[in-house]
């Protein structure tokens, strides 16, 4: 089993930074590719950013230029920046990370439980 932890969310003023932190543990062959979506209410889930096991670099449109990811491999560790934060960021954000739990284990996506992001003043 593969377990998926967020941190860092919170409440920030419009204009401020968070960085939000995600570390997956357990039963692990390898994790390719982690990232970040989030969820506000009423809404359905979206992509906010992924980063490829090798570095690579998706963003959605809204998050580019504000919000930079980064992973740190050994530590099965993926991070989100995100400065210049606005009242529409508000949502509880999601973690996944894609993983083998075997040598010939399928890669799957496992979630963590999210983190709410509050900005409001």
């Known amino acids: 089993q593969v377990h998926v932890v967020e941190s860092g969310g919170g409440l920030v003023q419009p204009g401020g930074s968070l960085r939000l932190s995600c570390v997956a543990s357990g039963t692990i062959f390898s994790i390719g590719t982690m990232g970040w979506y989030r969820q506000a209410p009423g809404k359905e889930r979206e992509l906010v950013a992924i980063i490829r096991r090798s570095g690579p670099t998706t963003y959605a449109d809204s998050a580019k230029g504000r919000f930079t990811i980064s992973r740190d491999n050994v530590n099965n560790a993926v991070y989100l920046q995100m400065n210049d934060l606005k009242p529409e960021d508000s949502a509880v954000y999601y973690c996944?990370?894609?993983?083998?739990?075997?040598?010939?284990?399928?890669?799957?996506?496992?979630w963590g439980q999210g983190t709410q992001v509050t900005v409001s003043s």
């Open positions: 996944i990370a894609y993983s083998r739990v075997s040598y010939a284990g399928s890669n799957s996506p496992y």
